[in-house]
């Protein structure tokens, strides 16, 4: 499979800070990048996702950043608060039918409160 | 908006039998679906894709005869742990995608322990 990478692999951030996550990937045919949010025992559930001809988009307090040039992309949650407490995985795929999402390994978020 | 069904939630079972989960697109058909494993703390890996009608394709390291696939129809895929052993205990996911455009939905997974 193709690498997608994460960093940090987990995070501790105060109640009405900003949470960044980063994400690398290899493949340039990848032209979807979606964020996932996943609770303990739970599916992952999609956040926001950007395709690589926006540098960015923002939906509430989460805004991805899309450097093509780098292949990189990062997640910024603004004013993090304790029940953004979870894992996110960044993942990459070729926007077709069939394609699967290759998923980064995951950043333990922990808002204190 | 679109949302997949997986059941069971939960299931343990002995070594040596087999275990069937269900994954369903509940409000949309789905002629791809996808299988990913999930071991705690890590990341999903992707174990196969799931065509409707057809053979599904493996991902590599993934034992076709011990993961069976079966994707009868549009809204629904099934994966069949065969002979389970302790070391198939994980987290099983799955998803869909309800066209090209869409986003890829995931089931709330399945907790499969082996004893």
């Known amino acids: 499979q193709q690498q997608v990478k994460q960093s940090p692999q987990s995070l501790i951030v105060q109640k009405g800070g900003i949470s960044i996550i980063n994400c690398a990937y290899e493949?340039?045919?990848?032209?979807?990048f979606p964020w996932y949010q996943q609770f303990p025992g739970k599916g992952p559930a999609l956040l926001i996702a950007?395709?690589?001809?926006?540098s960015e988009k923002k939906e509430g307090r989460f805004t991805i950043s899309f450097n093509k040039s780098a292949k990189q992309f990062s997640l910024h949650i603004m004013d993090s608060q304790p029940g953004d407490s979870a894992t996110y995985f960044c993942a990459a795929s070729k926007r077709q039918a069939g394609t699967a999402l290759i998923f980064g390994k995951g950043t333990t978020l922990s808002v204190s409160s | 908006g679109a949302v997949v069904s997986q059941h069971p939630s939960r299931v343990i079972c002995k070594s040596g039998t087999s275990v069937k989960i269900e994954c369903r697109s509940l409000d949309f058909q789905a002629t791809t679906m996808f299988w990913y494993r999930q071991f705690p703390k890590q990341s999903l890996m992707l174990m196969a894709t799931s065509n409707e009608g057809s053979k599904a394709t493996y991902e590599q390291g993934v034992e076709k005869d011990k993961f069976l696939i079966n994707h009868a129809s549009l809204t629904l895929s099934t994966l069949t742990v065969t002979s389970a052993h302790p070391e198939d205990s994980s987290f099983y996911i799955c998803s869909a995608r309800e066209g090209r455009n869409s986003p890829l939905h995931f089931g709330n997974g399945t907790r499969l322990t082996v004893t």
């Open positions: 493949n340039t045919a990848f032209d979807y």
């Open positions: 950007i395709r690589p001809d926006v």
